[in-house]
Nanobody, 122 residues
C-alpha cells in the first residue's frame, strides 16, 4: 500500500507565502514524477507543478515565477513553495506521484494526498 500525506496549507494574505509538503510512505520501490495539482470551486483540477526524478521542473503558466517545486528522495518528500499568492490561487491543493510499488515492475500514477485548502484573503 502506498500513502501520500500532505502538510501545510491554510490562510494567507494576498502577497503572502505558503509551503506545502507531501510525504510518501508504504510499499514503495521508487518514485518517478512528483506533482502538485489544484482545484478551485467550480473549476477543473489543474496541474500546478511537476518535478521529475532528474529534477526537471514544469509549471503551469499561473505558477511560473511564483511557485517552486522541489523534492527530497531520501525523505520521499516533495514540496511546493508558493510566493506572492493572489486571489487566483485559492484552491484545494493535492499532491500526486508516479510510483513503482514494491514487488512490481509497473508504474502507477493514481496516488494522491488528502488535499490541502489554500485560502488567500485579507
Amino acid at each position: 500500500q502506498v500513502q501520500l500525506v500532505e502538510f501545510g496549507g491554510g490562510l494567507v494574505q494576498p502577497g503572502g507565502s505558503l509551503r506545502l509538503s507531501c510525504v510518501a510512505s508504504g510499499n514503495i520501490h521508487s518514485i518517478k514524477d512528483m506533482l502538485w495539482y489544484r482545484q478551485a470551486p467550480g473549476k477543473e483540477r489543474e496541474l500546478v507543478a511537476r518535478i521529475t526524478r532528474e529534477n526537471a521542473t514544469e509549471y503551469a503558466a499561473a505558477a511560473q515565477g511564483r511557485f517552486t517545486i522541489s523534492r527530497d528522495d531520501v525523505k520521499r518528500s516533495w514540496y511546493i513553495q508558493m510566493n506572492n499568492l493572489n486571489n487566483e490561487d485559492p484552491a484545494v491543493y493535492s499532491c500526486n506521484a508516479r510510483v513503482r510499488p514494491l514487488a512490481t515492475t509497473g508504474w502507477g500514477d493514481g496516488y494522491w494526498g488528502q488535499g490541502s485548502q489554500v485560502t488567500v484573503s485579507s
